[in-house]
């Protein structure tokens, strides 16, 4: 009987033993982000083999069955420039309808804003907000009302709920252990609507590090800024265990010391899986391995079903409007050939194959025309685009379209318009014009023979850049006392000069 109390005691003692090394052991919990970013498509593109939201909620589906921690994550520019933003459906302007209603039903779990969220009126880009079903944060960007900075917020049920400028999240393994992350996020002020105000990002995204660091396990950045900002903010917080980032279109991955910056092509024809293995040990800070994997959205990925109907059903809208303009969206115009430049960083600084491809085409429409003219922020593709060339990305490019206008004037009025076209370089005033005409030795010269003050020429420009609407050329309007004829257009479809886009 003794014996059997020794043995039972033994066992207790060897319970209570193996119970205190548990908890002082190791804890592991994984957690995994599938990030997007400049997203304006929510349709496939490439003839329906690249990109598409049904892909991308096929791909978080897919990384959540291994790993239950995982998030979809959304890091800025989604809202606009999209060729949706051009239409009234049933009415009312789309201006990212379609996008938040796919991003829902694809599983989004957070986002923050990019510089094109902006490119919306204040109202529609509330409109979307209260739309949406995943969590915003936002750092640095904030409303402005009454020149009052005052955070954007969700409206629920007649409830206001602010965006955050950071957010905590607990994170658990099978075991129950857990961890908390913690997620700031920042936006470079590029887009200065009325409506936005900005404080500075780094130093923002500085102060909200310190403002969480004891209170997280890790934390992780969710920028919409040019690399180069997202390696120096890297530099000044390498405790951050990711920036996962926007905003170049093009794919980034770099590491600086043991930060990870990633960044997915744009339209999702591909998403980052960014694997973190949290590890927790008693009385010991949290190491953070970080492991990111680029995954290809292409014909090898199934689209999840609920998520496509939805894209359909936005996509058959949007066709039956496109025919009413006279359009074959998926209609083939360039089969082969080198990729257009359409990225807006380029757009509105220099020229590039695209640009003079849209110049040509308005020379072609107005051919008796001695130059023609289209302001940079007409063109809001923003993107590379690859062969085939269809109707569909001719309208994504120029989704406002307009009229082509043909006027006589002064080469005085000429000579300043293409000066100021000159000094807004990096913004939409920025001006696109003809291979024949050139700015040389301080100069501007047509054809060889330099533009003369008191000769008349004939321009063809965008109806918009006759309305005065364009930065700094506000005088240029049809009643200038230096445009001396409007020439006549048929509203008919039959006229190219009709349309840009035809």
């Not at 660091?213 to 180069?228: G, L, Y």
């Not at 900002?229 to 390498?238: F, N, V």
């Not at 391995?289 to 109907?309: G, I, S």
Request: net charge neutral.
């Amino acid at each position: 009987m003794k014996n059997s109390w020794v043995i039972m005691l033994l066992g207790v003692w060897m319970m209570s033993c193996s119970t205190t090394k548990y908890s002082t052991a190791e804890q592991v919990v994984n957690v995994s982000f599938v990030q997007i970013n400049d997203v304006y498509e929510i349709d496939a593109l490439e003839g329906g083999t690249s990109g598409g939201m049904a892909r991308v909620a096929t791909i978080k589906n897919q990384v959540m069955a291994e790993t239950p921690n995982t998030l979809l994550v959304m890091a800025g520019d989604f809202l606009s420039p999209s060729i949706y933003n051009s239409l009234k459906i049933d009415g009312q302007p789309v201006r990212g309808k379609q996008m938040v209603e796919a991003m829902n039903v694809a599983g989004t779990d957070i986002a923050v804003f990019g510089n094109h969220e902006f490119d919306i009126r204040e109202s529609e880009l509330k409109e979307r907000i209260n739309e949406s079903t995943f969590e915003w944060i936002s750092g640095n960007t904030f409303n402005n009302i009454s020149n009052v900075a005052t955070p954007f917020a969700k409206v629920l049920n007649g409830k206001a709920y602010p965006f955050p400028k950071y957010i905590i999240r607990t994170f658990k393994n099978e075991q129950g252990q857990s961890v908390k992350i913690g997620f700031i996020s920042i936006c470079l002020p590029f887009n200065k609507s009325s409506y936005v105000v900005y404080t500075d990002p780094l130093s923002t995204a500085e102060m909200l590090y310190h403002q969480i660091k004891d209170s997280c396990d890790a934390i992780v950045a969710i920028t919409h800024q040019a690399m180069e900002d997202d390696i120096e903010l890297a530099k000044r917080l390498p405790g951050l265990a990711l920036i996962m980032g926007g905003h170049e279109h093009d794919m980034r991955m770099q590491q600086i010391g043991n930060v990870w910056i990633t960044k997915a092509h744009a339209n999702s024809k591909s998403a980052f899986i960014n694997r973190l293995r949290v590890v927790r040990k008693a009385n010991q800070p949290s190491v953070v391995e970080t492991t990111p994997e680029l995954k290809y959205l292409d014909a090898t990925v199934e689209q999840h079903a609920p998520t496509q109907a939805v894209v359909h059903k936005w996509s058959a809208k949007a066709a039956a409007n496109f025919a009413s303009l006279g359009f074959n969206a998926q209609r083939i115009i360039m089969d082969k050939g080198e990729p257009l430049e359409g990225r807006e960083s380029f757009v509105r600084s220099t020229s590039t194959n695209l640009t003079q491809l849209v110049v040509r085409s308005m020379e072609f429409a107005a051919p008796l025309a001695d130059v023609a003219i289209v302001n940079s922020g007409s063109i809001r593709v923003d993107d590379v685009l690859k062969m085939p060339l269809t109707e569909y990305d001719i309208i994504r490019t120029l989704p406002y379209g307009g009229a082509i206008t043909e006027v006589d004037m002064k080469g005085s009025l000429l000579i300043q318009v293409l000066n100021i076209g000159l000094q807004n370089r990096g913004i939409g005033g920025f001006l696109q014009y003809s291979e024949s005409l050139q700015h040389t030795g301080g100069q501007w010269v047509l054809k060889g023979l330099p533009l003369q003050d008191s000769a008349t020429y004939r321009v063809a420009l965008t109806e918009f850049l006759l309305t005065g609407g364009e930065a700094n050329l506000g005088f240029l309007k049809l009643n200038h006392p230096s445009i001396t004829q409007v020439h006549p257009m048929s509203l008919s479809l039959s006229d190219p000069r009709s349309d840009i886009r035809l």
